[in-house]
DNA sequence: ATGAAAACTATCCGAAGGGATAGAGGACCT
DNA sequence: AGGTCCTCTATCCCTTCGGATAGTTTTCAT
């Protein structure tokens, strides 16, 4: 049994590829970055992919259209938005394509294995809140982001291990003696990780990667 | 429905909350931080206790008798053990005083999510490292903890604030500013907070607290 | 083979963090 | 009335962080 994680930023991946395979044994997680990689998957051969978590801001992404292509290429997956924080339009724009389901990233890992459950029984499911915001439109519709939190942008393997350290209360003099590398470089990194995963500073960095798994 | 969380630091009180009413609509969390309060509220009048998870090491409590006495005052409840870590010798011990599980504060959400509904389900949970430790005795059984991670002791309501605010990437300034105060006397709350949390610096801080739930 | 990206190093600088010490006011409990 | 705890403030000192700029090396894909 396979399935789909394609979303542009590793941590979540990992994070959510440990939460299917706590759940489904015997699950091969495939993990994309990009939509064209994700639609380069189509057709191929070997065991059935029973499921794809999509996230709504990968690169490529262009709502509605672009989330009835994938559902298009994989006629026999259920395909599954995911996303940070999501609007009433995304969310209804994305049933109306043919998702089985809208996970917000900040779904409790109960209630994700629930809907996991629940979509690969052939059934959908909508986050509670959808019910309170029926109708009510967002300040801003089509990008509603900022994300509260979660990885934007592509980490490299160096910078996740650095990450990891860093939200283990380790200096940058410790990470860099512990990677035989030096201070500087660390720090070089770390100015990267910042940028990228758009934290003002260690701390927030530390609470962002704990929250996506990254311990 | 109504559920008691008895354990002597209000952060994990707070966290382990949240986890319980997202997963059981309708319930109302009592938090209490010493075994005399928790004893006080037997036999109270309203609606039905059908769950309580007690602290190992909550002031008041001294092993195998303590927990008897709470299952004794309590028959009608479910009462789960919790601890950061655990001797096999407290494990057997609780579940011979009529414990229905036991369930380590490492806990994984999901793990953590089943494992009530199976105690609420009239079942039992133990985790699956108890077969491993199968008679096996702990260098110290009695205090076996250092908790990896959790919060030892007690933090001010002040000191939760600053704490939340820190794991969000304020700096002591801006928290200041924030709370009407100076920076220094952040600085001073935020040394205490690592003394308690035993955390090395605010970024070991707010993994810390963000793996606690208190975002 | 050329170019892009990742990884590494260096130096300089100002801002922020972390620790120690010392003191003051208020709330609550006995 | 005294004690304890929380809260707030101040000064001094050194470390760590975060950023800018500039450069080398390696690896990998087109």
Known sequence: MRAIIADDHPLYREAAGLRLQRQLHD??????????????????????I??????????????GQTIETVVEAFPETAV???SGAAAYEDIKCAIDAGAKGFLPKTLP?????????????????????TLQMNGKVSAN???????????????TPRQLQILAQLASGATNK?????????EVTVKMHIRQILRKINARN????????TRAGLI
């Open 80 to 82: 599954a938005l995911v």
């Open 141 to 155: 519709p089509a990008i509603d982001d900022i994300d509260a939190g979660a990885i934007p942008d592509e980490l």
């Open 174 to 182: 410790e990470i860099g003696r512990g990677l035989g590398i030096a």
């Open 27 to 48: 699950l091969e997680v495939i993990e994309v970055g990009r939509l064209d990689e994700l639609l380069a998957l189509a057709g191929t051969e070997g065991e059935p």
């Open 109 to 129: 890992s109960k209630l994700f294995a629930g809907a996991i459950a629940v979509i690969l029984a052939g059934g959908s499911y909508l986050p509670a809140e």
């Open 50 to 63: 029973e499921l794809i978590l999509l996230d709504l801001r990968m690169p490529g992404m262009q709502g």
């Open 202 to 209: 260690r701390a927030e960095a530390a609470s962002i990667a």
